[in-house]
């Protein structure tokens, strides 16, 4: 039933269409056999028998009688033709309307799953594999797609071809009703277990050349130190035992559905031959036209194909089923809220509460009751050894994590009750690790921005000092970046970035250890840069860093250490302090 | 650079001289295809000649005969086979049909097993020579050559073609013999008539590639907005902490959906055209019909009483569909072909390369090749090297490597440092032979070194590259990699000496644990120290370290330097090094610049120099982080003191 309600909403929009499409199915098959009776008619005329059924004599009273269509052969042709071209007709806009509702829920699909993902706090999607995210948009999405647009159809269209047909050869001859789906029924519960078997034998197979492409994959990837190793003779050697495992396997597969193949061949063949062999028993015997007859074969040789396709969609629903249930995986995760919440005027005045966070699959704390305040326009340091809770503590700001107990204020305002994306407007972080778009840097700049003007870009990319190197580039801000464009190196990134987030005049900016990927004179230049921009309007600035340079300049330094604020002061306090500070500022100040 | 994602345009024709190069494959399998056109010559025969004979026989004898009769065993079908006339009563006729159905049967097994036996095997054939040829490709055509773009041609292209070695020409076989038969059939019957449902095939003879060709076309072009899909849904997954920060998720969601809108224009273009084509055929179809039941019954053969033969009126109108069929058919493979043509190209390419460093003839006479080494002929190697004036270009006039001379001592460690470009990779390249050098020579052991078998340099190598590779297997197997025949024992001492025994014996399945996906369920220390291990196993006496601790995050650090001073000692060893601090022990350090050596001495020295060492190492220990800086302030600086004193 779940499954059902998965499909039913895939259709959603182009629900009129699609009952649209199954009314001209309908219509089409109607036509179709229609097509077929005027051929059985036209034998009968011309053979001066009397049809059998009410309908073709319903049909030929209401041509004129067998003398007159006798004398008067066109009328059939015209009929033919005209039932064969509204039958193409329909048909063409069927399969066209068909067309429109595949690649329309095609397209829903992909972007309701692309809302939910984007949607899905950080913590949930760093648990997920990209691949399997990916392979769900993709994979998943397309068996879907064709299950309810094509796989459906086809079971609906049998169904209504078998039941039209036989109802209508029940009105000729109720033996000869039976006898043309006589065989079917043996023949669908014989396909469908088959069928079954086949399709374990040809997973075995795709399985086995996954590998071998993963061999080749792998062989490739890693040349240097095959070569480097003289392995080559052992890796052709061993390539051939995954050819030989992919040969067995694959020949096993294909022997089994050969073996299918002809063998239900004989059911359809068979089907066709029992009609005819009947059929024209019952034509000696005088109990059937000679075209009943002909219609008897030509609707056989019409349902069988169908059917035996039927068999075998109905034996592979399991794949539409893990396709459905891998799609749930991501629509049962919660998404995130962007859309309630408060939309302040915020100062950047910042207060921690009794803030501790823990990862939801950690035991550890990462930050321990932390309490602290920050008022608006200051410029706090953050230090600390690896792991001490740095990035966390700049990540609860923006809400990338929730805090499990206390309270993060800004302006007074719990940021729980902030708008998220108002809130991460307000609070701009540069990341640690720069992610840039394959686009145009103009493009990467102006993500964050769209209305930002030609000078807006220009001049937050002077202040990240990025203007001069990207002028330097043949294509300017036209450059790509990217797998298809220019290679930057990790500064370049880096100011990118920073130019990217500082394009907005956030009141709360935190550099997570991102300047530290630029050179101590950039990072200086930059930071009097944005203090030159702010003027009056002081930005609270926090920077992650492992830089003395950088940190002394802060209003005050917070050295983080397991989780717990270890010291906090200003530089001059600090280095008297005995501590990490002090020690790095003495190795520092050495080095330099 | 070829682009993985960008399909290039379908050729404009067939060209032949592609097709030839891969006939080869498909020759030594000539018997199956003699078989198989056997068993399609039947099949054919079976539904365009077989059928509608008989069943003409029956509809002419019920048409004449005088209804109804009594017993069934009285009707006589008179059966006209191409002029060869014979009469059958029903428990014949019924026995002919019955047998003839198992027959096809029959005949579908083996042609259907065969053609698919084909193209397993053709496949197969293609990968198996393409790999082959891929391990004596040397790096000069890796670097050319995206691996990406390698790893498609073996695995999609070789499916395309073997499909269409086999299906593609089975089918055209097929078709050929349906086509044939339908035709002998229908004149045989009656040419007039035939010569009426042959009036309206050129339309399709017309419509039919036309149609295919604009398919193929339409649905190339939506496929590439689809890998435009891929890539962006990946980029978009990878960046979300990025989207987040910047609260961006409306525009990436409006450009998802201008995408997917893209996607869904071009595959309704396809779909449309898709549509048409069919019930186009239909149409045509149904005026032919139409123009047999008009004309027929004028043009068609009498029976003897002057009637009209009804049976051959619908027999023909069942030919209709038998000549339209074959040619729809034709047209598709014919796209198919002119799909796959690119893929032949490409594969050919691969197969037909010449690798670029090749052992000269009395050196392959001595040492062997790879697919027989000589191993028994290799000498023992003591590990003196001495570059002779040496200078490389990958490409013609383009120095990387300036003319250069050296001389490393058996047993000496020494050190690479220098920025990206500035010729280091080279430098290893060029020892491993991955390439030779342009001008100059190696000497190794005094002699040069192309006077040798590549498998003698390497089998005495140790190489430890930056991105350890881990190969599916266990962690036996891939510490065995450098020693194809090592006992356990020696796996477990090689480990023991790079200090991964203690991790590996904590796992369930200790050395027989399975690594999957390049080795995900290991840490980039832990992958790291298996490449070591794998290093040592061979007993090398020349190591190289290509960048071996550049990704390792500095908590292993400690544990990877112990292993690489245990797999250097009493080695002559090459390190190419990003981060300084892990070769400040070594004997002697090169910095290199703008391919020429422009530094040599240990660390001490040039630290006291105050040149462009001294400035990589304080630019590097800048950008530590805090506790990074700590421990190697106290381990590097505090106990060499001199340095800065």
Not at chain 1, 370 to 386: E, F, S
Not at chain 2, 146 to 154: N, Q
Request: overall charge neutral; charged content about 20%.
């Amino acid at each position: 039933m779940k499954y059902l309600k998965i499909m039913y909403k895939m259709t959603e929009g182009y629900r009129k269409h699609y009952v649209s499409v199954f009314v001209m199915m309908f219509v089409n098959i109607f036509l179709s056999l229609i097509l077929s009776y005027l051929n059985a008619i036209l034998i009968d005329v011309l053979n001066n028998d009397i049809p059998n059924g009410h309908i073709p004599r319903f049909i030929l009273e209401l041509l004129g009688g067998q003398t007159y269509l006798r004398n008067n052969i066109w009328l059939l042709a015209v009929l033919i033709v005209s039932v064969g071209l509204t039958a193409a007709v329909i048909a063409a806009i069927r399969h066209s309307l068909r067309g429109y509702i595949a690649t329309g829920i095609g397209k829903n699909t992909q972007l309701k799953l692309f809302y939910h993902i984007e949607r899905l706090p950080y913590e949930s999607l760093k648990k997920m594999q990209s691949g399997d995210i990916i392979q769900t948009c993709t994979r998943d999405e397309e068996v879907l797609r064709r299950f309810v647009i094509f796989e459906v159809s086809m079971i609906v269209y049998t169904a209504m071809l078998v039941t039209v047909s036989f109802i209508i050869l029940l009105d000729i001859s109720w033996e000869l009703a039976l006898t043309a789906i006589g065989i079917l029924p043996m023949m669908m519960i014989y396909s469908f277990f088959f069928v079954k078997r086949v399709r374990k034998l040809y997973r075995i197979a795709d399985e086995s050349e996954a590998q071998m492409t993963a061999k080749i994959e792998e062989n490739i990837r890693g040349t240097r130190t095959v070569k480097a190793y003289n392995n080559e003779k052992f890796e052709i050697d061993n390539f051939e035992n995954y050819l030989d495992d992919y040969q067995t396997k694959a020949l096993k597969f294909e022997k089994t559905n050969s073996v299918y193949i002809s063998s239900s061949d004989v059911f359809v063949f068979g089907q066709i031959t029992l009609t005819t062999l009947f059929g024209i028993y019952l034509t000696y015997t005088g109990q059937i036209s000679v075209g009943a007859l002909y219609l008897g074969i030509t609707y056989v040789s019409q349902i069988v194909w169908p059917v035996r396709s039927v068999a075998s969609i109905l034996s592979n629903l399991a794949k539409a089923v893990a396709s459905m249930d891998r799609m749930n995986l991501i629509y049962n995760q919660p998404m995130e809220d962007l859309e309630s919440g408060l939309k302040p005027n915020l100062k950047g005045e910042i207060d921690f509460k009794n803030v501790s966070f823990k990862y939801e699959d950690g035991d550890e704390l990462i930050l321990k009751n932390i309490n602290l305040h920050i008022g608006a326009g200051q410029t706090v340091a953050i230090m600390g050894k690896t792991a001490s809770g740095k990035s966390t503590f700049a990540h609860l700001l923006s809400r990338l994590h929730d805090s499990n107990s206390g309270q993060i204020l800004i302006d007074g305002i719990d940021i729980k009750d902030i708008n998220r994306q108002h809130l991460r407007k307000n609070v701009a972080t540069v990341l640690q690790e720069p992610f840039l778009f394959s686009k145009t840097i103009i493009s990467n700049l102006r993500i964050a921005n769209d209305k930002a003007s030609e000078q807006d870009i220009q001049k937050a990319a002077q202040i990240a000092h990025i203007h001069d190197s990207i002028i330097g580039f043949k294509q300017g801000y036209d450059t790509p970046v990217g797998e298809h464009g220019v290679t930057l190196s990790g500064g370049q990134k880096q100011r990118l970035a920073i130019a990217r987030t500082i394009i907005n005049q956030a009141p709360i900016l935190i550099f997570d250890d991102s300047l530290s990927a630029v050179d101590t004179e950039t990072d200086i230049q930059i930071r009097t840069a944005l203090k030159v921009r702010e003027k009056d309007s002081h930005t609270t600035t926090l920077i992650v860093t492992h830089r003395v340079a950088t940190a002394k300049d802060a209003d005050f330094i917070i050295v983080l250490d397991k989780g717990n604020i270890a010291q906090i002061g200003t530089h001059e306090e600090l280095i008297k302090d005995k501590g990490l500070y002090q020690r790095i500022f003495e190795i520092q100040s050495r080095m330099e | 650079m070829k682009d993985s994602f960008v399909e290039e345009k379908l050729p404009d024709r067939v060209n032949m001289s592609v097709w030839i190069k891969i006939f080869p494959y498909l020759k030594k399998y000539w018997l199956f295809l003699i078989f198989i056109i056997a068993s399609i010559a039947f099949t054919a025969f079976y539904d365009s000649s077989f059928i509608p004979l008989l069943n003409r026989a029956a509809f002419s004898y019920l048409q004449t005969a005088e209804l109804p009769g009594v017993n069934i065993a009285n009707m006589v079908f008179g059966v006209n086979f191409f002029g060869w006339k014979f009469s059958l009563n029903f428990f014949q006729y019924i026995s002919l049909l019955l047998g003839a159905m198992v027959i096809r049967a029959f005949a579908i097994l083996i042609n259907h097993y065969f053609t698919n036996y084909l193209a397993v095997k053709i496949m197969t054939d293609i990968r198996r020579d393409a790999f082959i040829k891929l391990q004596e490709l040397t790096f000069s055509y890796y670097d050319k050559t995206p691996s990406g773009w390698l790893i498609a041609r073996l695995q999609n292209d070789t499916s395309k073609i073997s499909r269409i070695l086999s299906w593609g020409l089975i089918r055209t076989i097929w078709v050929t013999a349906e086509l044939l038969f339908t035709l002998i059939t229908m004149f045989s019957m009656s040419w007039k008539l035939s010569l009426v449902i042959l009036s309206t095939a050129p339309i399709i003879i017309f419509l039919a590639p036309y149609f295919e060709t604009r398919l193929l076309t339409l649905s190339r072009k939506a496929r590439n907005a689809y890998s435009r899909y891929v890539a962006w849904l990946a980029e978009c997954i990878i960046g979300a902490k990025t989207i987040k920060s910047l609260a961006i998720e409306d525009t990436t969601y409006q450009e998802t959906s201008n995408i997917t809108e893209d996607i869904r224009k071009k595959r309704f273009r396809s779909s449309r055209m898709h549509a048409i084509f069919q019930p186009a055929v239909n149409a045509v179809a149904v005026i032919t019909t139409a123009v047999i039941v008009i004309f027929g019954p004028i043009v068609a053969p009498k029976l003897q009483d002057g009637e009209i033969e009804v049976a051959l009126l619908i027999i023909f109108i069942g030919f209709i569909s038998s000549i339209y069929n074959p040619i729809q058919e034709f047209a598709d493979i014919f796209g198919e072909i002119m799909d796959t043509q690119a893929s032949v190209e490409k594969v050919m390419s691969i197969i037909n390369t010449k690798p670029e460093i090749v052992d000269h003839q009395e050196v392959v006479d001595k040492y062997g090749d790879f697919h027989y080494p000589k191993t028994e002929n290799y000498e023992k190697m003591d590990g003196n090297i001495k570059f002779e004036h040496v200078a490389f270009s990958y490409i013609e006039g383009v120095e990387v490597l300036h003319p250069f001379t050296l001389d490393i001592k058996a047993g000496t460690s020494v050190a690479i440092v220098g920025e990206t470009g500035s010729g280091k990779s080279t430098f290893v390249s060029l020892l491993l032979r991955f390439y030779e050098p342009s001008k100059g020579r190696i000497l190794i052991d005094g002699k040069d070194y192309r006077d040798r078998s590549t498998g003698w340099l390497r089998s005495n190598t140790g190489f430890v590259s930056q991105n350890s590779f881990i190969f599916n297997g266990t962690i036996f197997d891939n510490i065995r990699y450098g020693k194809l025949d090592a006992t356990l024992e020696e796996v477990i001492t090689a480990s023991k000496a790079v200090n991964l025994h203690q991790f590996v014996v904590k796992l369930p399945d200790a050395y027989m644990t399975k690594l999957s996906d390049a080795g995900q369920e290991l840490s980039v220390g832990q992958k790291q120290l298996i490449s070591f291990a794998r290093a040592i196993i061979r007993n090398p006496r020349l190591m190289i370290l290509d960048e071996a601790t550049s990704s390792i995050d500095t908590e292993t650090e400690a544990l990877i330097q112990d292993a690489v001073n245990k797999a250097l000692s009493g080695r002559t060893s090459i390190i190419i090094a990003h981060r300084l601090s892990t070769i400040v022990d070594s004997d002697r350090i090169l910095v290199m610049k703008d391919g020429l050596i422009i530094e040599d001495g240990s660390h001490t020295e040039l630290m006291n120099r105050n040149g462009s060492y001294h400035k990589l190492y304080m630019n590097q220990f800048r950008e530590l982080q805090v506790d990074a800086q700590i421990e190697q302030y106290e381990k590097q600086v505090e106990k060499k003191e001199q340095i800065f004193d």
